[in-house]
Nanobody, 125 residues
Framework: QVQLVESGGGLVQPGGSLRLSCAAS????????MGWYRQAPGNQRELVAT???????KYVDSVKGRFTVSRDNAKNTVYLQMNNLKPEDTAVYYC???????????????????WGQGTQVTVSS
């Protein structure tokens, strides 16, 4: 079983910064892509930023230049550094692990995709 535990959300003023963290627990797991999605009230969940083990990134246009996704592959942890936050960044942010595999007896077996429980980010003065 794989669990994703997020931390780092909160209330911040416009122009401020926050750093989100998400750690994946589980033995002998390998994760292809980790990243962040967000969902604001009345909106669909959208991709914010993702990062693969070989360094490929994706960002939604609205956060390019302000947010940076990074990960520690050895710890199966992904981070989202958010700078120059705007009120429109207010949402629940969800961590995602996609392409999760587990190793056993020298072979790898697919486990699928997992979501964290979500952490609230509120940008307001």
């Amino acid at each position: 079983q794989v669990q994703l535990v997020e931390s780092g959300g909160g209330l911040v003023q416009p122009g401020g910064s926050l750093r989100l963290s998400c750690a994946a627990s589980g033995s002998r797991i390998v994760i292809n892509e980790m990243g962040w999605y967000r969902q604001a009230p009345g909106n669909q969940r959208e991709l914010v930023a993702t990062l693969t083990t070989d360094g490929r990134t994706k960002y939604v246009d609205s956060v390019k230049g302000r947010f940076t996704v990074s990960r520690d592959n050895a710890k199966n942890t992904v981070y989202l550094q958010m700078n120059n936050l705007k009120p429109e960044d207010t949402a629940v942010y969800y961590c995602n692990a996609d392409g999760v595999w587990t190793s056993e007896g020298g072979s790898y077996f697919p486990l699928g995709s997992y979501w964290g429980q979500g952490t609230q980010v509120t940008v307001s003065s």
